[in-house]
Each structure stands twice: as C-alpha cells, then as structure tokens.
C-alpha cells in the first residue's frame, strides 16, 4: 500500500495567516492527489482533487500544489471557518490511503 | 440537494453482524462509484471499500483489514448503497461513511455517518 505523511501533524495560526501543509507519498503518484477538510463531528468536505484543480464551490484561497511524491495545501489568508483537520489522499492505486491528518488550531 | 444518508449502526456484540444502508438523493446512483470509509474515535479516515458501477459489472475491492468480512452491495433501482459487516470486532467500532467517487476523482459526496460500535 502506499504510505502518506503529512506534515504538520498540527500547527497554530491566526486569522489572516498563510498555511502551508504538505503531504507525501511513499511512491510516485503523478497527480492522483485529493485533499479534504474536516470539522469536528462532521463528514469530511472534498476541497481539491488532481493535485491542484479546486472542486466546485471552495473558497479560491484554498490552493494545491505538487506531483510525484510531494503535494502541498496551501490556505491564503486563513480564516475562522477554516479551522479544522485536513486530510491528502492518493487515488493513484487500491487501495486509495489517506495521510494522518494535519490539525490546524487557533493561536 | 445531492445527498447521502447513512444508516444502520448500532451496538453489536463482537462476532455480530449489522447492515448499513447508504441512500441517495439528488442524483442518479447507478453512474458512480461508491465508497465505504470508517474513521474510529478521535483517528483518520480509514477506506473500506468501494463498488463500481454497472459498466464496470459492480466490481468491488476492500481493504485488506475488512475483506472477507464486509461486503459492499448496491441497488439502483432503490438509489441505495450496502455495506454488509460481519465477524464484528471491537477495531471495527468507528464512524462509518459512504462517499460518492466523483466525476473527476476524488470523494465528492459524503454521507453524515452512522455508528458502529462492537462491544460485549
């Protein structure tokens, strides 16, 4: 199976801040990368899927970047609403795994 | 509304059984693919499975955690998703989701999720 590593685990920010979360891949999966939010007690929310294109109706200060083994999540200017957990996913192969979660807090 | 809701969980004795529906709204089932991903207490997402549509004769993979006990199942005719979960045990206590595979890729409907919670 292929292994993904995000890091942070967590990180603290402050409205107006830029977060950066980064996510790789155990191997190469060209862009079969997705990224999804989740909010405590709630079903994940799909934000971006290959790697970079923004899923219909997400904010445009959410941004993914990256291919091959290295991907980032980019949140310009973040705000209130976008405290929450972030998940990257590979769909490259089965089955399609998901990094641990990256937690971003209020500082 | 393009909608998913989960249902079907419960409290079950470890070795037990319990049958979790997935029923659609918004949308036509029977061109997409569905998913199963779980996601135990306080944990990350976890995927379980998924079934293909009938173009691709339903076909199903599972996690290697899962396979041989779960199995996924559809009814287009009832816009409903199935996930059969059998030889119950207490790792499998976890929030389950269905999730539609998106036009594109990725997982761009979710379900609010149903408990399972295997216990004595």
């Known amino acids: 199976d292929i292994q993904m590593t995000q890091s942070p685990s967590s990180l603290s920010a402050s409205v107006g801040d830029r977060v950066t979360i980064t996510c790789r891949a155990s191997q190469s999966i060209g862009s079969y990368l997705n990224w999804y939010q989740q909010k405590a007690e709630k079903a994940p929310k799909f934000l971006i899927y290959?790697?970079?294109s923004l899923q219909s109706g997400v904010p445009s200060r959410f941004s993914g970047s990256g291919s091959g083994t290295d991907f980032t999540l980019t949140i310009i200017s973040l705000q209130p609403e976008d405290f929450a957990t972030y998940y990257c996913q590979q769909s490259y192969t089965t089955p399609p795994t998901f990094g641990q979660g990256t937690k971003v807090e209020i500082k | 509304e393009v909608q998913l809701v989960e249902s079907g969980g419960g409290l079950v004795q470890p070795g037990g059984s319990l049958k979790l529906s997935c029923a659609a709204s918004g949308f036509t089932l029977s061109g997409s693919s569905m998913h199963w991903v779980r996601q135990a207490s306080g944990k990350g997402l976890e995927w379980v499975g998924r079934?293909?549509?009938?173009?691709?004769?339903?076909?199903?993979e599972y996690a290697a955690s899962v396979k041989g006990r779960f199995t996924i199942s559809r009814d287009d005719s009832k816009n409903t998703a199935y996930l059969q979960v059998n030889s119950l045990k207490a790792e499998d206590t976890a929030v389950y989701y269905c999730?539609?595979?998106?036009?594109?890729?990725?997982?761009?409907?979710w379900g609010q999720g149903t408990t399972v919670t295997v216990s004595s």
């Open positions: 999730a539609r595979h998106g036009p594109w890729d990725g997982l761009d409907v």
């Open positions: 290959a790697a970079s």
């Open positions: 079934i293909r549509s009938k173009t691709s004769n339903y076909a199903t």
